[in-house]
C-alpha cells in the first residue's frame, strides 16, 4: 500500500487474517449487524439484497485486499473501481464511517485479545486507504455522470 502503511502494519494484518478467515461467516454476520444497528441508513441501502451473498463478497474483498497489500499498482484501481459501482448504489462519503467503525468493532469482538492496539491501527491504516481510495472512485464516478 502507500506510504501510509508501512511494513510492521501490513505484516500485523496479515498474521491477524487467519483467524478472521476462519471465522468469516461469523464475523460477517457481525459486520452486517453492527453497521445496520449504527446506521440506520446503511441498512437501508441492502434492503432487497441477499445477505448471504454480500456477506460472502465481504469476506472475498478482505481476502483481496489482505493479499494485496503488497502491490498497490493492482490493488488501488480494483478499490477505486469499487467506489465507483458504489456510487450508483447510493453509497455517500459518510457511509465510510461508520462501515468502518463497524469493521473495527468486528475484529476486535472476532480477534479478541489478539486485536492489539498496533493490530488496530494496523488495520485501521488498511481501511484508511481502502476508504479514500473508493471515496475517489465514487466522486471520479459523480463526476463523469455530469
Known sequence: MPNQMNSEQT???RSSWPAVAANADMLTVRF?????????SAARLFAGIDMT????RLAQALAVVVNSLDDPDR???AI????????HYGVEDRHYETVGEALLWTL?????????????????????IAASTMKAGAAQQLAEAV
Open 11 to 13: 505484516l500485523l494484518v
Open 32 to 40: 452486517y449487524e453492527r453497521l445496520f444497528e449504527i446506521d440506520d
Open 53 to 56: 451473498t454480500q456477506r460472502a
Open 75 to 77: 490493488l488501488l484501481p
Open 80 to 87: 477505486a473501481a469499487l467506489g465507483k459501482r458504489h456510487a
Open 108 to 128: 476486535e469482538k472476532g480477534l479478541g485479545p489478539e486485536f492489539t492496539p498496533e493490530v488496530r491501527e494496523a488495520w485501521t491504516s488498511v481501511y484508511g
